[in-house]
Nanobody
Framework: QVQLVESGGGLVQAGSSLRLSCAASGRTFSRYVLAWFRQDLGKEREFVAAIEWSRSITFYADSVKGRFTISKNNGENTVHLEMSSLKPEDTAVYYC?????????????????????WGQGTQVTVSS
């Protein structure tokens, strides 16, 4: 059973930095894409960033490119999201998700419904 546990959320001021972590367990993730999504009240869940576990290829939403960095720690099976220059519009619950992409070279990392496993989420609030 795959488990994803997020941590690191909190209340920060605009312009600050924050680091989120996602501890993944239950299987090896060599065929997986691990991603961060976020959802604010009354809005749809949106893609933030993703990393392909086997080749460490990363993907970012345009809204966070240059400010957020996704990375992984193989030994700890952990994915991190380093967030800098935070803005009030970054306020949301941030979710970690995992998608089994098998051995395909082309996959959809952007669509939330394609992800197989989700964490419980961690709140990030950025005050102006």
């Amino acid at each position: 059973q795959v488990q994803l546990v997020e941590s690191g959320g909190g209340l920060v001021q605009a312009g600050s930095s924050l680091r989120l972590s996602c501890a993944a367990s239950g299987r090896t993730f060599s065929r997986y894409v691990l991603a961060w999504f976020r959802q604010d009240l009354g809005k749809e869940r949106e893609f933030v960033a993703a990393i392909e576990w086997s080749r460490s290829i990363t993907f970012y939403a345009d809204s966070v490119k240059g400010r957020f960095t996704i990375s992984k720690n193989n030994g700890e099976n952990t994915v991190h999201l380093e967030m800098s220059s935070l803005k009030p519009e970054d306020t949301a619950v941030y979710y970690c998700a995992a998608q089994d992409v098998g051995h395909t070279a082309v996959y959809d990392y952007y669509t939330a419904s394609l992800y197989d496993y989700w964490g419980q989420g961690t709140q990030v609030t950025v005050s102006s």
